[in-house]
């Protein structure tokens, strides 16, 4: 792989000259869903699928950049001076949303760039391509130009800081925490309130991680979820009139029965009970997976799952036809839809010697229901962001 990159930079911009190669990983959340900008726990993984991007300092201001994955667009030139985010520039906005962020926060960039990416994550998948990509420009550019002070968290909340600043999506930490800390085997158990977080290893000896792309991306995604932000902000404002609290995600599910009927609008009080009981499954599927309960851990997935069809709302029919011929399927464990909705992908625990006849006979039952194919990817769980 690295070796072709290598190749292509070469007949792009040049072989010549010290050229360095990067990775950042994609993610899955296992469990936690929309919770992260609720002061919630999340449960993600980072995965062996991702962004590569090789690199090599310029002599001037200018930014070249190149993706292997829309080739067609050729090389898009950019300079320092204008880190401005505009439609023409396309994927380009993500990369430069970090440059700017570095700038931002004085770490000025002394010179532009010669940039190449491909990324195996699939595009609209929900599986973090955005902060994949943005994660990776933290870790070339801190390498470059030498800002070691950076840490691999303040580099995910660059790329955060990046995304909800300068492209405009509202996202929480945990796309761009999940790339940048992921560990090889392991989830992270993170408290987005706090940042305070533990790796949990995810064994799973007798079953496989599946996720299975819905092949449909409605385009609603961003205006839907700042939306659902903008819900569980307004539910917040109510609450904080009868109990002192400062996210949603402090609330036990007693505790939000208890003063639920001061939230006025009714959708809003749907919205802040999935925040709540979503961030308490979170907190006991982590237990349930140090326990080798993954039957309990499941169990816990799939609760997530209708609640962020029935009370956030967030899902879609070809999605929940996934997870409905999944249910039914005797090798799953637990299914779900993962990242922000409207589409994308669901997670799926399916046991070792079902894994096969899952992707068949799902496959060809969604094609029949829906009329296309769905994507299969047997997912394993790897490092986060590095200079390889």
């Not at 994550?121 to 950076?150: C, H, Q, R």
């Not at 800081?161 to 300068?166: G, I, L, V």
């Not at 070792?352 to 997912?379: L, P």
Request: hydrophobic share 35%.
């Amino acid at each position: 792989m690295e070796r072709d990159l290598m190749k292509k930079f070469a007949e792009i911009y040049g072989g010549e000259g010290d050229i360095r190669s990067y990775f950042a990983p994609g993610r899955v959340n296992l469990i936690g869903e929309h919770t992260d900008y609720n002061g919630g726990h999340v449960f993600p993984c980072a995965l062996t699928l991702g962004t590569y991007g090789l690199a090599r300092k310029r002599e001037d201001n200018k930014l070249r950049f190149y993706s292997v994955n829309f080739s067609r667009l050729g090389v898009i030139e950019s300079s320092l001076e204008e880190l401005v985010p505009s439609e023409k520039a396309g994927w380009t906005n993500y990369p430069k949303g970090v440059m700017w962020t570095f700038e931002k926060r004085g770490y000025k960039l002394p010179s532009g760039v010669d940039f190449l990416i491909y990324g195996n994550i699939p595009n609209g998948s929900g599986l973090s391509s955005s902060a994949s990509l943005e994660v990776l420009t933290g870790v070339m550019l801190k390498d470059l130009f030498g800002f070691e002070d950076l840490t691999m968290q303040d580099l995910a909340l660059i790329g955060q800081y990046s995304e909800n600043n300068f492209n405009g999506m509202n996202c929480g930490i945990m796309d761009q925490f999940a790339s940048a800390m992921g560990k090889k085997d392991c989830a992270i158990f993170l408290d987005t309130s706090t940042l305070e977080f533990e790796y949990a290893p995810v064994k799973l000896p007798d079953a496989k991680i599946v996720i299975t792309n819905s092949k449909v991306k409605h385009s609603l995604v961003e205006s839907s979820y700042n939306d659902r932000r903008n819900e569980c902000e307004t539910a917040l404002a109510d609450l904080k009139k009868v109990v002192e609290i400062q996210a949603l995600g402090e609330l036990t599910e007693e505790a939000f029965e208890k003063y639920k009927e001061a939230i006025q609008d009714p959708v809003c009080r749907r919205r802040a009970k999935h925040a709540v009981y979503e961030n308490q499954r979170a907190i006991k599927a982590v237990q349930a997976l140090k326990a080798d309960n993954i039957e309990e851990f499941g169990r816990l997935m799939n609760a997530s799952h209708v609640s962020l069809r029935d009370d956030y709302e967030v899902s879609c029919q070809e999605i929940d036809i996934l997870v409905d011929l999944a249910w039914n399927h005797p090798g799953v464990i637990g299914s779900r839809i993962t990242g922000g909705g409207f589409g994308g992908c669901t997670v799926s625990i399916v046991k070792n010697e079902e894994v096969e006849d899952f992707v068949q006979s799902i496959g060809r039952e969604y094609k029949a229901k829906v009329g296309h194919e769905a994507e299969f990817y047997v997912v394993e769980i790897g490092d986060g962001a590095r200079k390889l």
